[in-house]
């Protein structure tokens, strides 16, 4: 039989556990950008000439994805973004249903489709996505259903096709992160990407990295896009616009899986 000292001390640790996977804003930001969060719920920085980072939150898993990222790929233009999503219940961390839910929406590529931004030059909403679909390999072009998991696997990577506005058609590689405190998506392409007829980044040579942490009432949701451009006159800054409206688009879209998981819409 089990003693009540090896009960108590196994309920302790289930408890200590489900507690200690939520991570206090104040752990993993300076106190200023936790500021302007909770005043804002949004902080961005574009930076086209500086390989400088300077919102990265301190969590030891998503740092070392980003020195990974970085290896070999010498970028001249980077783009971050922290975004604050704030929980309808006042709760200390996700659920197991919640979790699962946010997954299986952030892993549901072909809802991709049709994901607007907000353009500056024409100031208005444009489409950024034309089609988006899951493809069994990076040679593939045949759409496959999107995956649907009962449990966040530890470790995945799916190929997805994307036709977009700026890059046209190309089929580029996510990797999928998971564990009790957070998801992590590692995405690259994996050919060249062009700018009409003009080749601007070659393959392998776009990588973001976005992350989202359980902080109890709220999820902190990081961006980063980095890329090696093409450094032709004029070229360098429509690139890196492309890329931080392509990384705002989808953590606007992490954004609406949030509220679907957690019962929001």
């Known amino acids: 039989m089990i003693s009540k000292r090896c009960l108590s001390l196994a309920i302790l640790n289930i408890l200590l556990g489900t507690v200690l996977s939520a991570l206090p804003l104040e752990s993993l930001l300076s106190e200023d950008l936790v500021r302007q969060l909770l005043q804002s719920g949004t902080v961005s920085r574009e930076r086209f000439d500086t390989l400088t980072l300077g919102m990265v939150p301190r969590y030891d898993v998503l740092n070392r994805h980003i020195n990974n990222s970085r290896s070999g790929l010498d970028p001249n233009i980077s783009v971050e973004s922290l975004r604050l999503y704030k929980k309808p219940f006042s709760q200390e961390n996700w659920t197991a249903t919640e979790k699962v839910e946010l997954y299986n929406g952030i892993s549901t590529i072909s809802t991709l489709k049709g994901l607007e931004y907000f353009s500056k030059s024409r100031n208005r909403m444009h489409l950024l996505f034309e089609s988006s679909a899951v493809v069994e390999g990076p040679n593939s072009k045949n759409p496959m259903p999107d995956p649907v998991y009962r449990t966040p696997p530890a470790e995945i990577?799916?190929?997805?096709?994307?036709?977009?506005?700026?890059?046209?058609?190309?089929?580029?590689?996510?990797?999928?992160?998971?564990?009790?405190?957070?998801?992590?998506?590692?995405?690259?392409?994996?050919?060249?990407?062009?700018?009409?007829?003009?080749?601007?980044?070659?393959?392998?040579?776009?990588r973001s990295i976005f992350a989202i942490i359980d902080c109890g009432p709220y999820l902190l949701i990081y961006g980063v896009s980095m890329a090696k451009a093409s450094m032709l006159p004029g070229m360098k800054q429509r690139v890196g616009e492309s890329i931080n409206n392509r990384a705002n688009a989808l953590l606007s879209w992490l954004f609406r899986k949030a509220d679907r998981a957690f019962g929001k819409t």
Do not use: C, M
């Open 157 to 206: 990577t799916l190929y997805a096709r994307q036709k977009d506005g700026t890059f046209g058609d190309n089929v580029y590689k996510f990797n999928y992160y998971s564990n009790d405190s957070s998801f992590i998506v590692y995405l690259e392409n994996t050919g060249s990407l062009s700018y009409g007829v003009i080749p601007v980044v070659d393959k392998s040579k776009l």
